[in-house]
């Protein structure tokens, strides 16, 4: 870097560069742009949107003082609780056991395991990977977790206070919708799928304490990032991948390649993961010090930028730049008017099999796209006949309904409902849709109001700045 500061090419670039903004900036365009982003800054400061999500809550506080709060708590905590009243009442014993000993030695270990989970279910294809196993690390987990309570009260506690009371009421009216599902049977595997969900979510919460854990969990991220777009670069340059009319109109996009979907078997499944998870990359690689750790996160997000185009998923791209927006919005809104115009600069520059798929988006004739019309239509009448609990949990209860009840009439074959609103509603009721959507506000408000926090470290307003873009893509 010092050479490149005292290189002669930059010494002649530096005052080149510096003059070329400054007569910029004086510009008629450019006082046009600057007084504009000036305005956008000042609309979004001030705006109904910007107050909403930083203003103060009374929910958090009236659910740690709730009875159903304390109940939920006693039960979740009855474990480690009881590991810890029993080191208290036997210390002399508990210190001088060896077995003790390695047991709070395996607790320390419970965010590794947890990382070592997310890895896994990034890294591993999904051919060789048994959902099961990611059941049986998550609880294991979980149970590490507890491990940490023996010795040290309040280490291996699950924080439902933290977790909040809507993510609680929409995991219990999922579960429960399984039981009153039109087929127990289909819906039952589907119940082990939400268990996995909240163990992992819940030991996320209660067993990252410090910005060192936090660090690790989005270092593992990226790590498993990288994993599987290399592994998609490898399918798209080394082996190959032919376009498939299973994922693509091959009539209106006869130039388009095969779609990447690495370990996931699907491009939109992929696409899903890298729109979550590239905002974060993108934040820790700003707001770090580190240069190595800078690179590393730097390099996961231009690969799954790259990723990203390969899998054609105009879902993807759009919820991307909606996240961007998002981004934008809570950190920098004056920059708004300037990202749009960079955009439009750089759609010319785009490949023609891009552009064309994202045009075709608007010209009627895509049969991806049409197929929605029958999708919808479809759920519609399905939620309209059961609106308040739905047909079950999981998708295979609905698609069963849809087809052999009259409901679908394409050609196609019907996998889910293609958005993930209805496809809640659909299976566990409009009061399940409305605790997923009190779930995805709170964590949108804490994420924009950590981002704000000036007592947190750059680091974690960082973060918290990339998880309010990611949840763009639910």
Same mark, same amino acid.
């Given at each position: ?31 046009? #742009? ?18 909403? *999500?930083?203003?103060?809550?009374? $929910?958090?506080?009236?659910? &740690?003082?709730?009875? $159903? ?12 609780? +009881? ?19 390695? @047991? ?40 590490? !977790?507890?491990? &940490?309570?023996?010795?040290? %009260?309040?280490?291996?506690?699950? &924080?439902?206070?933290? !977790? ?67 592994? %998609? ?13 299973? *994922? ?10 095969? &779609? ?12 899903? =993961?890298?729109? *979550? ?57 004056? #920059? ?13 520059? @785009?490949?023609? $099999? ?5 045009? $075709?988006? *608007? ?24 609106? @308040? ?42 009061? +399940? ?32 700045? %990339?998880? =309010? ?6």
């Amino acid at each position: 870097m010092e050479l490149l500061r005292n290189s002669l090419l930059l010494g002649w670039l530096a005052p080149l560069l510096r003059r070329a903004g400054e007569a910029a900036r004086r510009s008629l365009a450019g006082t046009l #742009l600057l007084r504009l982003m000036a305005w956008v800054g000042r609309l979004c400061e001030h705006s109904l949107i910007h107050h909403l *999500f930083l203003s103060e809550s009374r $929910t958090e506080s009236l659910w &740690r003082q709730s009875r $159903t709060y304390k109940v939920l708590d006693a039960i979740a905590n009855c474990v480690p609780r +009881a590991l810890h009243a029993l080191y208290a009442r036997f210390p002399d014993t508990m210190e001088e056991s060896h077995f003790v000993l390695l @047991l709070r030695g395996l607790g320390r270990l419970a965010p590794y395991l947890f990382c070592l989970t997310v890895l896994a279910l990034l890294s591993v294809h999904h051919s060789v990977w048994n959902n099961l196993y990611s059941l049986i690390l998550s609880f294991a987990s979980l149970v590490l !977790l507890w491990l &940490r309570n023996i010795r040290r %009260g309040g280490e291996g506690l699950l &924080r439902l206070d933290v !977790l909040g009371p809507w993510p609680l009421l929409f995991l219990f009216i999922s579960l429960a919708s399984a039981f009153w599902s039109l087929s127990m049977q289909l819906s039952s595997r589907f119940v082990y799928f939400s268990i996995t969900c909240a163990l992992l979510v819940i030991v996320c919460v209660s067993g990252m304490k410090n910005e060192k854990q936090f660090r690790l969990l989005t270092l593992t991220l990226a790590l498993g990032m990288i994993v599987a777009c290399v592994y %998609g670069f490898y399918q798209v340059f080394v082996v190959g991948i032919p376009a498939s009319s299973s *994922f693509t109109d091959l009539e209106l996009n006869a130039n388009m390649p095969g &779609r990447v979907y690495s370990f996931f078997d699907n491009p939109n499944a992929f696409a899903n =993961v890298l729109v *979550f998870f590239t905002p974060v990359m993108l934040s820790m690689g700003i707001h770090l010090r580190e240069r190595s750790l800078k690179a590393v996160f730097f390099l996961a997000f231009l690969l799954a930028l790259a990723c990203m185009v390969m899998t054609y998923s105009r879902g993807a791209w759009l919820s991307f730049a909606l996240g961007l927006l998002v981004m934008l919005m809570a950190a920098r809104p004056r #920059l708004i008017p300037l990202c749009l115009i960079l955009v439009f600069i750089a759609l010319p520059l @785009l490949p023609s $099999t891009i552009l064309n798929r994202f045009f $075709t988006t *608007f010209t009627g004739a895509d049969s991806s796209i049409n197929s929605r019309t029958y999708i919808y239509t479809a759920v519609y009448e399905m939620i309209c006949n059961h609106p @308040l609990t739905g047909l079950g949990l999981g998708t295979s209860v609905v698609k069963e309904t849809a087809v052999y009840g009259g409901y679908y009439h394409a050609h196609f074959p019907y996998v889910h409902a293609h958005s993930i609103y209805m496809e809640i509603w659909v299976e566990s009721g409009i009061f +399940a849709l409305g605790a997923f959507l009190l779930t995805l506000f709170t964590a949108l408000k804490k994420g924009v109001r950590s981002a704000r926090d000036r007592a947190a470290s750059p680091v974690l307003r960082g973060a918290a700045l %990339g998880s =309010v873009s990611s949840h763009n893509s639910a």
